[in-house]
């Protein structure tokens, strides 16, 4: 066992406890963008404690305060996809120049659609390494040159939530108008719900998204928890034996596409109830029938449902995974390799992927890779309630969204060996 790999394993088939998660990250990195670009206006409440957050928000304090006739400071934005995205549009309005780097596999992670829309804008930017990806060398302020911009939508949303985070305070607004289909559309509506709490006014109408030049209004905004991360509970109720679990603070109507996993998991037979400021997740018996799994617009519950139903041994089929590729890791690989080792196959045709469980084996003692991916740990973890005894070889990659996914799987009866 290296260091970094953990033991799991559950006596406790019985689950009733209390988990409080940590604020969403994606709501925390838009309203931390938007605090910086309100100088102060914004401010928020229950931001999260995901170590993508804490990186881009020590980036952000210190944003302003570099000086012009030095070499350009390198930023280190490390596998943070999302602040990457924001980060890139952010600093084509500040003065001076920086480098915006990050992980290995961050400069694996295209960027191109996003740099050519900034650049359309009047931004300077360049790669330093390969063309379409990070390393950016980026020169502010940006000089305005269009108020419209035609982008690509189904290769990342998040290319579209920075443009529309920055908009307000380019001098003529901006004109977003969406070529084609729109992926992880819960996303941009996050965007533009969050700034909306701010104050700033939006147009959308077919495939056409306008900010004019406005101010941030004063405004606090409270990070409701995390859903991504309060699906890896549901997953543990639906392999529990019996579960009753609480998770404070979520609510029936967010913001969050993710808070979709209460739907999908109905089909499992677990029950969300919301009362007492939280949701508590009931199970009850029920046969999963349903067959069919769309992931267009909740692309991080993907790894979470196709887990659970590899270990029901439920034969279902997915969309909407084109994206999942250029996550933290390829992940339609990932997830084959490591359903292999419990005898299940995930196998495409023409965009669909089909769940083989014929070969589903759970006796067997396994060692699940995780790829440098969050999802990839939280996702399998679960299987330690219907196997004997689960390794996860790298523990550390949840402190990306949910640093304190072990401590939690403890408090709710799993055995942990580190
Ligand atoms: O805007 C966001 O906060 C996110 C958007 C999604 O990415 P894509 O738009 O690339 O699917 C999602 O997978 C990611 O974890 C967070
Ligand atoms: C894809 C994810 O994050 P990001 O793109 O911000 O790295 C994720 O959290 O699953």
Known sequence: MSSKSIKISS???HLNCTINLTGSKSESNRALIMEALSEGAVQVLNVSEAADT???????QTANTQSLTVQPKE???GPAGTAMRFLSAFYTL????IILTGSERMKQRPIGILVDALKSLGADIEYTEKEGFPPLKIRGPLKQKTDQVKIKGNISSQYISALLLIAPKLDQGLKLIIDGELTSKPYVEMTLAM?????????WTDNEISISNQPFNKAEISVEPDWSAASYWYA???LSEEASLFLPGLNGYSLQGDSKITEIMANFGITSQFKDGGVYLIKEAKKLERKIFDFKECPDLAQTVIVCCAALGHDALFTGLETLKIKETDRVNALQTELAKIGVKLIEKNQTYKLDCSGLDLSRKISISTY?????????????????ELEIEDHLVVEKSYPDFWK???IAGFKIEY
Request: no cysteine; aromatic share 2%; net charge negative.
């Open 54 to 60: 804490v990186t881009l928000k020590n980036i952000l």
């Open 372 to 388: 440098d991916d969050h999802r990839m740990a939280m996702a399998f973890a679960p299987l330690a309630l219907v196997m004997p």
């Open 75 to 77: 930023i280190n934005i």
């Open 195 to 203: 700034m909306e709490q701010a104050g700033i006014r939006h147009s």
């Open 94 to 97: 500040q003065n001076g120049e």
């Open 408 to 410: 939690h799987l403890e």
């Open 236 to 238: 543990i109720a639906a």
């Open 11 to 13: 006596a406790q088939k």
